[in-house]
């Protein structure tokens, strides 16, 4: 199986900061990567698929980079409702793994 | 609007099985396939597996093969999950979310169902 490894594993930030959440595959996955959003108590929300392709309705504050093995995932500005879980994961092959999860606190 | 609308909770014993359903609307059921992802309490999210609705194929995680069946019931737009000899491991909210299997992105999500495991 792909191990996706996240991090950090929480992050302490403030409205308006500039944050980056890394995800490194274990192999290759050709950017078939997603980054979706969890809300305590709520189905996680997909933001970027395809490693950058940002998601119908989703703020153009949240955008998705990188290739081969090593992701981000950045939101340019936090706004109150970001601070929640965020995961990666890979389709690329079968299982469909995701990232242990990156919990965005606030400072 | 897109929909997927799961059953409701289920409290199960040690050894039994669960069927979890997925009633989607909104879209073309058959153009899209159906993950089934689940999460602990206070867990991360694990990919269960996957089925086509044109087809009927399926992919399962290893972890859950010769334990877990993917259906779906095109006349009512439904998909299931059904997992047997289940343990207190297997306490979990069960998410299906539908696949797009054109661009591969899994877009919409069901609101969870809880299945809890005790004796």
């Known amino acids: 199986d792909i191990q996706m490894t996240q991090s950090p594993s929480t992050l302490s930030a403030s409205v308006g900061d500039r944050v980056t959440i890394t995800c490194r595959a274990s192999?290759?996955?050709?950017?078939?990567l997603a980054w979706y959003q969890q809300n305590p108590g709520k189905a996680p929300k997909l933001l970027i698929y395809?490693?950058?392709s940002l998601e119908s309705g989703v703020p153009s504050r949240f955008s998705g980079s990188g290739s081969g093995t090593e992701f981000t995932l950045t939101i340019s500005s936090l706004q109150p409702d970001d601070f929640a879980t965020y995961y990666c994961q890979q389709y690329d092959v079968y299982p469909y793994t995701f990232g242990q999860g990156t919990k965005l606190e606030i400072k | 609007q897109v929909q997927l609308v799961q059953s409701g909770a289920e409290v199960k014993k040690p050894g039994a099985s669960v069927k979890v359903s997925c009633k989607a609307s909104g879209y073309t059921f058959t153009n899209y396939g159906i993950s089934w992802v689940r999460q602990a309490p206070g867990q991360g999210l694990e990919w269960m597996g996957w089925i086509s609705i044109y087809n009927g194929n399926t992919n399962y995680a290893q972890k859950f093969q010769g334990r877990v069946t993917m259906t779906t019931d095109t006349s009512t737009n439904t998909a299931y999950m059904e997992l047997r000899s289940l343990t207190s491991d297997d306490t979990a909210f069960y998410y299906c979310?539908?696949?797009?299997?054109?661009?591969?992105?899994?877009?919409?999500w069901g609101q969870g169902a809880l299945v809890t495991v005790s004796s």
């Open positions: 192999q290759s996955i050709n950017n078939w």
């Open positions: 979310a539908r696949g797009d299997p054109e661009n591969g992105k899994t877009d919409y």
């Open positions: 395809k490693a950058f």
